[in-house]
């Protein structure tokens, strides 16, 4: 087997690991609070860096626009997607509280901030889940293994299999858009 190969093996290898009962009951609670959000017309809220920021775009794409079925807008705004207030913000102050100071002006009481962060570490995903939570909002995360420093901080932990950022983000792939349609199936 060449390289090339025995690499999507192993990576066929980590998505086999993701049946794991712990993935599973993380991704039903995510669905199901998600669900009664959207249902509440209550707002849910994205964010990350990086590679996760563009997930977290793709993830408010699927929601505000349609996934597989036709259906009504959903309340999802991506925090990283609206640059001016990024540059702005970062510049003025500082990039730590970027996503905090979002979350502070979109974020409501039933809500969900779902930050996506490959270690769990991402300072300014941090700041937001703690401003989140002052809000009386529901926290989701998405990331690594062990779930970093949002492991204390999310509600619902749904951390992967790996400490490998290129496969985290992979293996995440089919976890949110699993639950995008999941929420669409629920969507009233």
């Known amino acids: 087997m060449t390289g090339f190969g025995a690499r999507l093996t192993a990576i066929a290898d980590l998505m086999q690991s993701l049946q794991q009962p712990r993935i599973f009951q993380g991704i039903d609670a995510a669905i199901q609070m998600l669900v009664t959000a959207v249902n509440d017309h209550k707002p849910i809220l994205i964010c990350g860096n990086g590679g996760s920021a563009s997930d977290a775009l793709h993830i408010s794409g699927e929601l505000?626009?349609?996934?597989?079925?036709?259906?009504?807008?959903?309340?999802?705004?991506?925090?990283?997607?609206?640059?001016?207030?990024?540059?702005?913000?970062?510049n003025d102050y500082d990039y730590a509280s970027v996503f905090a100071r979002q979350v502070e002006a979109h974020g409501r009481a039933g809500g969900i901030l779902w930050g996506l962060s490959t270690s769990g570490n991402s300072a300014n995903v941090?700041?937001?889940?703690?401003?989140?939570?002052?809000?009386?909002?529901?926290?989701?995360?998405?990331?690594?293994?062990?779930?970093?420093?949002?492991?204390?901080?999310?509600?619902?932990?749904?951390?992967?299999?790996?400490?490998?950022?290129?496969?985290?983000?992979?293996?995440?792939?089919?976890?949110?858009?699993?639950?995008?349609?999941?929420?669409?199936?629920?969507?009233?």
């Open 64 to 90: 505000v626009g349609r996934f597989l079925i036709e259906r009504r807008a959903l309340d999802v705004v991506c925090l990283n997607a609206n640059v001016s207030v990024l540059t702005a913000w970062s």
């Open 126 to 188: 941090v700041a937001a889940f703690e401003t989140a939570r002052s809000l009386g909002m529901h926290t989701l995360a998405l990331t690594g293994e062990g779930g970093g420093r949002l492991a204390g901080l999310a509600d619902i932990l749904i951390d992967v299999p790996s400490r490998e950022t290129p496969r985290i983000q992979e293996l995440h792939l089919p976890i949110y858009h699993f639950i995008c349609e999941a929420i669409e199936q629920g969507t009233r």
